[in-house]
């Protein structure tokens, strides 16, 4: 079936420390997004990404960091320069180009600082 | 700046009990309006996408409508299994002309029996 496929479910991070939480998508998008969520809030933007070695920064890219070196693959890093880390972390895609089509989303990872 | 609002924040509803979720948007020329719904802890599942105002999409118990300025997710005879969270997003040019998804901060929707 495709679809997206985010991993872990679940992270814990001691502070301090960098944790990387993987997207893999085999919809054969050219575009890849990464939002948090937190409670009682809508969908922020971190990083976006319309091509393979391509990545802008969104709303909210302080403390964060991508790499898109294969089309299905779109990993984000939370450094340890994120002062608020605990959220829950949504991975997108669609299909790009000229406009913004409907995006489809992974199931999530909840990141918790512990 | 581009802005999604939608209302209310939350709607406790009786099961059968028809009604309708806002969104309101503010964009400088509107490319789609795309509609979500989330259940807890899980990600955002595509419902619809608008274009025109005037247009309609329809899925079991849900339709969807667009004008210039807002969207409506009319939810009619809704069941238990219709608690969610609704979200509606707005395609937005950022900084650099690349295009993303700007959404709304949902409607919390609760069906009782």
């Known amino acids: 079936d495709g679809g997206i496929t985010q991993s872990p479910k679940y992270l814990f991070r001691k502070e301090g420390q960098n944790v990387t939480l993987s997207c893999e998508q085999n919809?054969?998008?050219?575009?890849m997004y990464w939002y948090r969520q937190d409670p009682g809030q809508g969908l922020r933007l971190i990083y976006y990404?319309?091509?393979?070695?391509?990545?802008q920064k969104g709303d909210i890219a302080e403390g964060y960091s991508v790499s898109r070196e294969k089309k299905e693959s779109f990993p984000l890093t939370v450094t340890s320069a994120q002062k608020n880390p605990t959220a829950f972390y949504l991975c997108?895609?669609?299909?790009?180009?000229?406009?913004?089509?409907?995006?489809?989303f992974g199931q999530g990872t909840r990141l918790t600082v512990v | 700046e581009d802005q999604v609002t939608q209302s209310p924040e939350a709607l406790r509803l009786q099961e059968g009990e028809s009604s309708s979720l806002n969104c309101s948007y503010t964009v400088s020329g509107l490319r789609g309006l795309f509609w979500y719904r989330q259940d807890p802890g899980k990600g955002p599942e595509f419902l619809f996408t608008?274009?025109?105002a005037g247009e309609e999409k329809e899925k079991e118990r849900l339709k969807a409508t667009l004008t210039k300025k807002e969207s409506f997710l009319h939810i009619t005879a809704p069941k238990p299994e219709d608690s969610a969270t609704y979200l509606c997003a707005v395609p937005s040019i950022s900084s650099g002309s690349a295009r993303q998804l700007t959404f709304g901060s949902g409607t919390q929707l609760t069906v009782l029996p």
């Open positions: 608008l274009y025109s």
């Open positions: 919809l054969n998008h050219d575009a």
């Open positions: 990404s319309q091509i393979v070695n391509d990545f």
């Open positions: 997108a895609s669609s299909e790009g180009g000229r406009g913004v089509t409907e995006a489809f």
